[in-house]
Antibody
Framework: QLQLQESGPGLVKPSETLSLTCTVS??????????WGWIRQPPGKGLEWIGS???????YYNPSLKSRVTISVDTSKNQFSLKLSSVTAADTAVYYC?????????????????WGKGTTVTVSS | EIVLTQSPATLSLSPGERATLSCRAS??????LAWYQQKPGQAPRLLIY???NRATGIPARFSGSGSGTDFTLTISSLEPEDFAVYYC???????????FGPGTKVDIK
């Protein structure tokens, strides 16, 4: 059974870079059938898609975060990662990683069928 | 950017009652509409994709309908474990982005 696990610092200082990793177990991140993505949820608020990546390295980002976001994949470790630069208190959230099945119509990703449990990141000095 | 609006914001019902949740898109999303359930302290769980297809393991009391701009999630008879927040989600072709609705909370009356 596929499982996703987020990891990384729970506390990040303002203006620094938030870095998280999602480890995939029970399946291969190199499968051509899936994209992989990051989603976040500020305390008491709704869900926000951050971006998605394919095992080949193709990425798509939320336009509102694009200037600060980098998502990368390491197929040798079966992991993908998120970097969010110049963070502020507004970036405080639970960060989830998820799997997105490939669909026929571009941009070829769509919904999230498997989610990690999430990790809380607080931005504070 | 396609904006999703969900109504009502809160739905207060009793176990056994029928729940009808609405999601409206600011422009057509065809059938690229998914629904998720989220309980406190948990990750969202996929319920419905392609507007009407139940995800693996989802009970038959959950059903989805609609296309274009208007969509509905129906829970035919609420079980105690169904009280949660429900989000709709779409993806657009261009820009290639995913957006979520603000959510509908189904709570116990």
């Amino acid at each position: 059974q596929l499982q996703l696990q987020e990891s990384g610092p729970g506390l990040v200082k303002p203006s620094e870079t938030l870095s998280l990793t999602c480890t995939v177990s029970g399946g291969s991140i190199s499968s051509s059938s899936y994209y992989w993505g990051w989603i976040r949820q500020p305390p008491g608020k709704g869900l926000e898609w951050i971006g998605s990546i394919y095992y080949s390295g193709s990425t798509y980002y939320n336009p509102s975060l694009k200037s600060r976001v980098t998502i990368s994949v390491d197929t040798s470790k079966n992991q993908f990662s998120l970097k969010l630069s110049s963070v502020t208190a507004a970036d405080t959230a639970v960060y989830y990683c998820a799997r997105l099945p490939v669909v026929v119509v571009a941009p070829h990703y769509y919904y999230m069928d498997v989610w990690g449990k999430g990790t809380t990141v607080t931005v504070s000095s | 950017e396609i904006v999703l609006t969900q109504s009502p914001a809160t739905l207060s019902l009793s176990p056994g009652e029928r729940a009808t949740l609405s999601c409206r898109a600011s422009q057509s999303v065809s059938s690229y509409l998914a629904w998720y359930q989220q309980k406190p302290g948990q990750a969202p769980r996929l319920l419905i994709y392609d507007a009407s297809n139940r995800a693996t393991g989802i009970p038959a009391r959950f059903s989805g309908s609609g296309s274009g701009t208007d969509f509905t999630l129906t829970i035919s008879s609420l079980e105690p474990e169904d009280f949660a927040v429900y989000y709709c989600q779409q993806r657009s072709n261009w820009p290639p982005e995913i957006t979520f609705g603000p959510g509908t909370k189904v709570d116990i009356k």
